[in-house]
């Protein structure tokens, strides 16, 4: 036997770090999960139970936390980047390090018409992440995404001319309810080293906003056939948006809304054009997964 593969790190490292503007008396708040998982010469400690090639995973939470007051911590994929070519530039056997950055919703209240300067509420699970490999003498490859964007159309959905046989029972549909947990990615071309990631800086948030809009929009608006031609529509126009950037890559559930027949209720019409109270599913869903490259 032989060891096939091996990564090892700390996982759920949260963070909190806050920015004061003691001019204006602004602060500002940032809260994310960072996990981290090393690759290099390790495999003794595995074979041969010898821990001198071992970075505690303790050291590395202590790692994140200092990384995290020497360094911004946002956009999170400079952060990432950072922590990634810490532990490949310190330790010379560790040659792969993958970060994933998850960024949590703060966002800022407004008190009577005016942003406050320090008061933050959780605007939903959704997140922005951030997934880093920084390998020794390979560069900074990177993968930000969206995850947890829980959206619902009411109408402008339809589903018709599949495949219909003696195992079809779904009927088609014109008009139906579309939700979906948005789970959407988009990866950058490699970074040779921090200094590309730098010169980048600008270029994240500006992504990640883009696909965020480009992801409502296109949902909001599409008259959509299906979920496939919907996110495939989503992908190239983050694309064209981020030239940068080489895939888009999209994993949407489908999240369905049943329809009740009402009729044994003194005939109560309440099915097709009629449908008003529905029957949300939490299972099974529709999962449809995509990825379009530039090329
Ligand atoms: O948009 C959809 N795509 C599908 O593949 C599918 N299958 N059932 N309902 C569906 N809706």
Known sequence: ASVAAARYGKDNVR???VEKDPATG???????TVTVLLEGAIDVSYTKADNSVVVATDSMKNTVYIKAKEHPVTPPELFASYLGTHFI???PHITTANIKVVTHR???????GKPHPHSFYRDGNETRNVEAVIQKGKGIDIRSGIVGLLVLKSTGSQFHGFVRDEYTTLPEVWDRILSTDVDCGWSWNTFSGMSAVEQAVPKFDKAWEDARSITMKTFAEED????QNTMYKMCGAILEAVPEVE???YSLPNKHYFEIDLSWHKGTKNTGKDAEVYAP????NGLIQLTVARS
């Open 15 to 17: 963070v909190y770090k």
């Open 26 to 32: 602004v602060q500002t708040v940032t809260e994310m």
């Open 89 to 91: 530039e310190k330790y």
């Open 106 to 112: 703060w966002t800022r209240m407004t008190i009577d």
């Open 224 to 227: 959509s056939p299906s979920v």
């Open 247 to 249: 895939t888009v890559d």
């Open 281 to 284: 599913q939490s299972g099974p």
